[in-house]
Every structure is written in structure tokens, then in C-alpha cells.
């Protein structure tokens, strides 16, 4: 099946820093990718789209100064997490799926993220 | 707007016993439905989508559009299928991005 893998698994960052999470399809290419929030014992929240060669689509609520994503090819988004701060910690998951529009997702297994 | 309900977040069954999550949902339209499973330490990943019609690991769900529910079943629950599992739901101009339910907590005892 899709692989989808996440880079890094977990990170430490201090508050006020920048930190970057990967988000790649390893034997797919994915023309979108879509980024989720995670909180403990909580469901996942999708916070944006992630669109290749086009700017990301953000749902209601979710900063997009805050939470910078760029998807510069078929395999590769990024999500970049900019001056955060302790609340931003959380477990981001991205995921993708072969074909338009993506019906069949595989995930991504995770970072979590720490502001100290 | 769309909305996924589960409303049982743990459910703890016998080995070998029925289990059924529920799973309703809202949406104007006509949407893909999907279950989704988290055994623990893993990733998530699909385990039904009423498209397919499929039963995988023993699991059915059937879309009743009149009572707007996706119930998962399974008629023998086992020790393995315990678990994370959440309903999800695309719509049709989505372009598959997912909404989740709050999941529910499967606890399968020996």
C-alpha cells in the first residue's frame, strides 16, 4: 500500500522559534495533501489543504501566518509552525492519497511537536 | 454545515461478543463515508469506506441515508480489535479532505 512518512517524529523547540515538519508520499505522488492537529485524547482537526504549485487552503479558525505550508512537489509539503508558543504544542499528522480528489488517504505517522 | 457524531467515546465488549460503533452524521449532500482505525503506537489508516461495499477484518457498515448513520459491525468481537476507531466523512466538492468524529475507544477483554 501508499506509504506516507513525517519528519521528525517528535521535536523540542523553544517559544519564539520556527520549526518545519515534512510531510512526504514515499511510492505515490499527491497533487494534495492535507494537513491535521491532533490534541491528547482528542480527534484530529484538519487544518489545511495543501495544494501542489498553489497555495494552501486553510479551514476557519487556523492562522495561515501561523502555520506556513508549501507543497513545492508531487511528494513533499511542508508545514512550518512560525514564532510558536507552548499552546501550539500538539501532534501534527499530514496525509495524501493517489488520484483527484484524494478519496483514499494513507497518514502520516505523526510529529509531536513541544514549546517549551 | 457537515458533522460527525459518535456518540460513545469507549466501549468495552467481551472477546467474542457482537460489537457496534455509531457514527451519524449531516451533510446537504450525498457524502463518502469512512471508518478509520488506530491500534495502538500505529498510524491511522482506512479500514472501511461505504463506497466499496467491502467487509475487512470482519467489520461491515452499511449507509442508511434515511437515518443518516454509518454503523460499524462486527458480529465476534476479538481481542485484536481493540483499539481507536473513527467515522469520517468527505463531501462531494471537498476534494477529500476529512472531517473525523471524536472516535471511540474499543476494549475487547479476554
Known amino acids: 500500500g501508499a506509504v506516507v512518512s513525517q519528519h521528525p517524529s517528535r521535536v523540542i523547540c523553544k517559544s519564539g522559534t520556527s520549526v518545519k515538519i515534512e510531510c512526504r508520499s514515499l511510492d505515490f505522488q499527491a497533487t494534495t495533501m492535507f494537513w491535521y492537529r491532533q490534541f491528547p485524547k482528542q480527534s484530529l482537526m484538519l487544518m489545511a489543504t495543501?495544494?501542489?504549485?498553489?497555495?494552501?487552503?486553510?479551514e476557519q479558525g487556523v492562522e495561515k501566518d501561523k502555520f506556513l505550508i508549501n507543497h513545492a512537489s508531487l511528494t513533499l509539503s511542508t508545514l512550518t509552525v512560525t514564532s510558536a508558543h507552548p499552546e501550539d504544542s500538539s501532534f501534527y499528522i499530514c496525509?495524501?492519497?493517489?488520484?483527484?480528489?484524494?478519496?483514499?488517504?494513507?497518514f502520516g505517522p505523526g510529529t509531536r511537536l513541544t514549546v517549551t | 454545515a457537515q458533522r460527525v457524531t459518535q456518540p460513545e467515546k469507549l466501549l468495552s465488549v467481551f472477546k467474542g461478543a457482537p460489537v457496534e460503533l455509531k457514527c451519524n452524521y449531516s451533510y446537504s449532500g450525498s457524502p463518502e463515508l469512512f471508518w478509520y482505525v488506530q491500534y495502538s503506537r500505529q498510524r491511522l489508516q482506512l479500514l472501511l469506506r461505504h463506497i466499496s461495499r467491502e467487509s475487512i477484518k470482519g467489520f461491515t457498515a452499511d449507509l442508511n441515508k434515511g437515518e443518516t448513520s454509518f454503523h460499524l459491525k462486527k458480529p465476534f468481537a476479538q481481542e485484536e480489535d481493540s483499539a481507536m476507531y473513527y467515522c469520517?466523512?468527505?463531501?462531494?466538492?471537498?476534494?477529500?479532505?476529512?472531517?473525523f468524529g471524536a472516535g471511540t475507544q474499543v476494549v475487547v477483554t479476554p
Open positions: 469520517a466523512l468527505s463531501g462531494t466538492d471537498s476534494w477529500g479532505k476529512l472531517q
Open positions: 495543501s495544494n501542489e504549485g498553489s497555495k494552501a487552503t486553510y
Open positions: 496525509s495524501a492519497g493517489p488520484g483527484t480528489p484524494t478519496y483514499e488517504q494513507y
